[in-house]
C-alpha cells in the first residue's frame, strides 16, 4: 500500500475517532447537567427533612438557622454555576463534533449517500451557548434556585418546640405559616 494512502486512511480514521469521542462527551455532558440538577434538589430535600424532623427542631436556634442559609445560598450558587460551565463546556465539544462534520464533509449530497447525512444550512453555523439554553439549562437552573429558596424559607418557618409544649407537633408544613423568627 502506498504511503500517502495508508496516511490518508490513518487520518480518516484518526478523525472518526475524535468525532466519536466529541459525541461521547456530549452524551456524557448532558447527564451531567441532569445530574447536578437531582444532586442539588436531593440536598434541598434532605435539609427539609432535617429541619422538619422533630430531633432536629430543638436544635434549630438563631445562629443555625443562619448558618443553613449560608449553605444553602452556597449551594445554589455552586449549582448554578456548575450548570453554566457544563453547558459551555457542551458548546465546545458540539463545535468539536461540528467542524469534524464539516471536514468529513457529511453536509455534501453524493458523499456517503445520495442525501446529504446533516442538513446543509448547519455546514456553516457554529452551536453558540444559546443553544439549549433557554429550554434546557434555564429550566434547571430554576429547578435548583427554586427548590432550594423552598428550603431556605421552611428553614426559617420551621418554629422550633418550646419546652413547655406538652403537644407534640408532628406537621412541619402545618406550623410553617404560623411560626415566628426565634
Known amino acids: 500500500m502506498h504511503k500517502d494512502h495508508q496516511d490518508h486512511k490513518q487520518r480518516h480514521e484518526s478523525l472518526l475517532a475524535l468525532y466519536d469521542e466529541a459525541w461521547e462527551e ?7 447537567e441532569w445530574k447536578i440538577a437531582v444532586t442539588f434538589v436531593s ?4 435539609f427539609v427533612v432535617l429541619i422538619c424532623s422533630d ?30 460551565k457544563t453547558h459551555e463546556y457542551l458548546t465546545v465539544q458540539r463545535n468539536i463534533r461540528r467542524t469534524i462534520e464539516h471536514v468529513l464533509n457529511f453536509h455534501e449530497d453524493g458523499v456517503f449517500t445520495q442525501d446529504s447525512l446533516l442538513p446543509s444550512p448547519w455546514k456553516d453555523q457554529p452551536v453558540t451557548f444559546g ?17 432550594q429558596a ?10 422550633a418546640p418550646r419546652h413547655s409544649d406538652s403537644k407534640h407537633r408532628s406537621v412541619c408544613a ?3 405559616p404560623h411560626s415566628r423568627f426565634r
Not at 43 to 46: A, D, N, Q, V
Not at 150 to 159: E, G, K, Q, S
Open 26 to 32: 456530549i452524551r456524557r455532558l448532558r447527564e451531567f
Open 43 to 46: 440536598l434541598s430535600g434532605g
Open 55 to 84: 430531633s432536629f427542631k430543638p436544635l434549630l436556634t438563631y445562629q443555625l438557622r443562619w448558618i443553613l442559609t449560608i449553605v444553602q445560598v452556597s449551594a445554589i450558587c455552586f449549582g448554578t454555576y456548575s450548570l453554566w
Open 131 to 147: 443553544f439549549q439554553a433557554l429550554g434546557l439549562l434555564l429550566p434547571l437552573v430554576l429547578i435548583v434556585l427554586s427548590v
Open 150 to 159: 423552598l428550603a431556605i424559607y421552611i428553614t426559617w418557618v420551621v418554629p
Open 174 to 176: 402545618s406550623d410553617a
